[in-house]
């Protein structure tokens, strides 16, 4: 357990170092997102019907840019050799990692999202169900994100493939997250597609950090 | 010939290239008359339906391709299961050589299903449920192939690409529901539930010649496939 503590807190030191790093998704959804009602007439009301879909997307492309260099830094540097000589099975290690890299890169995001959707006319209990979503949306989508990140480990093309790769797998909480924001935009009930949320991160979170660490040994074997 | 002579004959390279070879042919020649008569079968002597005329014969290239497409994903992910559990390469062969077979099944069940929604429901694509699910399976096919196409170590990729089948043919029924509670057009499956056939005993011969048909297909397509990867890996040297 010391072991997934320390990758743990090692992830975190990291983050910390590089600011940069973990400033640039979120300008990127930033941006993103405020910029996509310049393309919609402003007044005509058509802009509610699309922020569900822009928040949401902003989120997942914004997301894909920490995702790319995941295990990159790792691979390069050897501790990766190290996570699979180490007597620590290589999925809690990998499913600390994780949820480091979820917290620092993935977490930041949803906090930022009820901001932008009240910059965007939603009213303050539908930006806190866009949160809420964003919040176990993003847990899912940094898992298969990693998995799939751990996929094309040590590629050079990683960050073309990457997107190829995670979109499709991440459609149900696309679906479900921005359905759950759009039943609060019209007053319907936002439970259902919350409660799917967070059935998929469960579900992602015991079973993805075994094949993501099958993968990650795929790479570098 | 017992039954673990025959399991282990499928993970030794040469002699699975000699067997893929007998069966291959077999397969080829079989699918010839099953499609030529699922063709006129569905295309000429099938009544035409009463509330959808001519229009339904579709459902003789669509039903089995979209069928088919299910159904290579779930052997892709069993393929993957096994070349990843036993290290076997033939199995391993199998997985990247359905890819490319699944996903053109796919994609025709896609083009057909478009072709037949525009006459029925007015417009080429419609945001459905089945529709939705089918396009996603796309794009997992997709992937697959991209990823066995971009890692250089034909084992590495293999391997990577049985990962993927896994996890993705996890994701297939949540996908499958997520869009089906999000919104649905589709009509229901006219495969007989059993016991009670939704689709004439006329129309539905046809249909499932059609789907043994694009079945044995596909079991050609697939073996010359996988012999050809094992040429390519050097696997089977030929003189």
Known sequence: MSAVKAIFLRELRLAARSRADLAQPVFFYAMVSLLFPLGIAPHSGSLTLFVPAILWMGAL??????????????????????????????????????????????????????????LLGLSFSAAVVVMLGLVLGSLSLFFLGGFSSALLAGLPRAGVLLPLLVLPLVSPVLIFGAGAARAAISGGSVEAPLYFLAAIAVLCICLIPPAAAAALRNAFE | MTFWTWLKSLTSPPIFFVLAQRCGFWFGLISVPLLAYGLIGGLLLAPPDYQQGEGYRIIYVHVPAAWMSLFIYSLMALAGGIALIWRIKVWECLLTAAAPIGASFTALALVTGMLWGKPMWGAYWVWDA????????????????????????????????????????????IVHYSVEWWNTLHQGSILPKLGKPTLDRSMLTPLLVMLLGFQSFFGYALLRRVQNELLVRGEIQRG
């Not at chain 2, 529709?131 to 096919?141: D, G, M, Q």
């Not at chain 2, 391997?159 to 089948?165: V, W």
């Open chain 1, 61 to 118: 492309l914004a997301a894909l840019l920490g995702l790319e260099r995941l295990f990159r830094g790792d691979l390069e540097d050897g501790s990766l050799e190290q996570m699979f000589l180490a007597p620590t099975p290589v999925s809690f290690l990998v499913l600390s990692k994780l949820l480091a890299a979820w917290l620092v890169l993935g977490l930041p995001l949803a906090l930022l999202s009820p901001v932008l959707a009240l």
């Open chain 2, 130 to 173: 089945r529709l939705t699910s089918e396009l996603v399976l796309l794009f997992l096919y997709l992937g697959v192939i991209v990823l066995h196409q971009s890692i250089a170590d034909a084992r590495a990729a293999a391997r990577a690409c049985a990962l993927l089948a896994m996890v993705g043919f996890v994701n297939v029924p």
